[in-house]
């Protein structure tokens, strides 16, 4: 059985994520710290963690241990796709307790779990694949969300360290930060909604949902697997779902 293990998966693209990898027969590790709930199909198998991964110290040692005792599956994946977003407006204006959250879920938290991941399976002769879910504000800064765009750019820059160290190891993961387009979630509504005082590109926002720019969820989730089945899939450390 292949092993998947995807984090933010409560809701928006990591739930949607979840249920098509337990469509497709994996065993799926869905860590959250709201409750995954979905129908699991007949050949697939779901674990659930609640976790905080604003502690993201305590679940990367907790996914280090589990991965340890768990028998070599047909491949194994990790999905880091939580984030949180700022409250929208300039960085100066800021609440400081806000900034150190969207840091440690949207990098922090990523980066220690790749750690745990390919500590805990560096014993195994399968093929291993990390997906570091960015986005295009990690290549294009935006005013109003300095956070995000620190944590997405840093995803970048940590796949292609990664990327170089893996190369050099017998069976070395292959990973890629990869930017899933713009789906229509609870992030899109934070940012439509935002004061335009304080974040000047509410409009564009809202220009997305009202041309129709914005794929739903299970959208998105089939268009990141396909690229994750991609044979060249890690020949490149930084990518987008809609490369060609």
């Known amino acids: 059985m292949h092993l998947s293990i995807v984090t933010g998966s409560s809701r928006g693209l990591g739930l949607a994520l979840t249920g098509q990898l337990l469509e497709r027969g994996h065993r799926v590790l869905a860590i959250a710290r709201g409750e995954t709930t979905l129908p699991v199909p007949a050949g697939g198998e779901l674990t659930v963690w609640r976790a905080d991964l604003a502690d993201p110290v305590t679940v990367a040692a907790r996914l280090q241990q589990w991965l340890a005792g768990q028998p070599a599956p047909a491949s194994a994946t990790l999905v880091n796709n939580a984030g949180v977003v700022s409250t929208p407006g300039p960085l100066a204006d800021a609440d400081l307790a806000e900034l150190s959250a969207a840091l440690r879920v949207g990098l922090e938290a990523a980066l220690l779990l790749t750690a745990a991941f390919l500590r805990g399976t560096a014993a195994w002769s399968v093929p291993r694949k990390v997906v570091l879910v960015s986005s295009g504000l990690g290549r294009r800064a935006m005013a109003g969300s300095a956070s995000y765009c620190a944590a997405k750019a840093g995803m970048d820059h940590l796949a292609r360290a990664v990327a170089l160290e893996e190369a050099g190891r017998a069976n070395g993961a292959r990973i890629v930060s990869l930017a899933p387009g713009i789906i229509d979630t ?23 949902k009202n041309a129709g720019q914005l794929d739903s969820p299970a959208t998105a989730a089939a268009k990141l697997l396909r690229y994750l089945d991609r044979a060249d899939f890690g020949s490149n450390p930084v990518g987008d779902v809609r490369d060609a």
């Open 186 to 208: 609870d992030m899109q509504v934070t940012l439509r909604t935002a004061d335009p005082a304080r974040f000047p590109e509410r409009d564009r926002f809202l220009g997305f």
